[in-house]
């Protein structure tokens, strides 16, 4: 079974939000609820202006800037990195001997958004109009780095989620 699931960008939508993350209601988006409730035990991303991230209980809207190009293959990236993070989240949550680990997949996908979107960032910084999906690669490490430079806790999982929620990660000058 599919622990988190990738929906299709919508086009033309408005950001609703700039900040890196915020949570929202619930019943702002009865859409994604009710199909995260269809399928049972999913977080569902949903890419566009604003990456929206939903368990069926909780929503996120990921309004951190990321590059200023579309290109094919940036929501491939986005599965790369939300699914290694998930792959961390669940095996926190195995440690930990949780049995529901929602809340880390909600985590996971967060992080992958923001991963995603900060490499975009700097690709685009470096590359501009002729960015691609390799240059967005190139810069998940620093994109990493920067997103999660002030913490100090030795596990990924906590790691994330100890930052994910309470910084704002801004390009370096």
Do not use: W
Request: with cysteine.
């Amino acid at each position: 079974m599919a622990e988190f699931y990738l929906k299709e960008d919508l086009v033309d939508a408005k950001p609703i939000t700039t900040e890196p993350v915020i949570e929202k209601d619930i019943s702002t988006n009865k859409i994604l609820k009710e199909l995260c409730d269809a399928i049972k035990g999913v977080t569902i991303i949903q890419k566009g202006a604003n990456d929206i991230v939903c368990n069926g209980k909780r929503l996120f809207y990921v309004g951190q800037e990321g590059s200023l190009k579309r290109c094919g293959g940036q929501g491939d990236v986005l599965t790369g990195c939300t699914a290694l993070l998930s792959y961390y989240a669940k095996d926190y949550a195995k440690e930990n001997k949780k049995e529901d680990y929602s809340d880390e997949m909600l985590h996971a996908c967060i992080g992958g958004c923001l991963l995603t979107r900060m490499s975009g960032k700097l690709a685009y910084a470096k590359k501009k109009r002729a960015l691609t999906t390799p240059s967005i690669v190139e810069e998940i490490g620093a994109a990493f780095e920067m997103l999660f430079e002030k913490c100090v806790i030795k596990d990924l999982l906590a790691l994330m989620i100890s930052c994910l929620l309470y910084t704002s990660p801004s390009p370096r000058d």
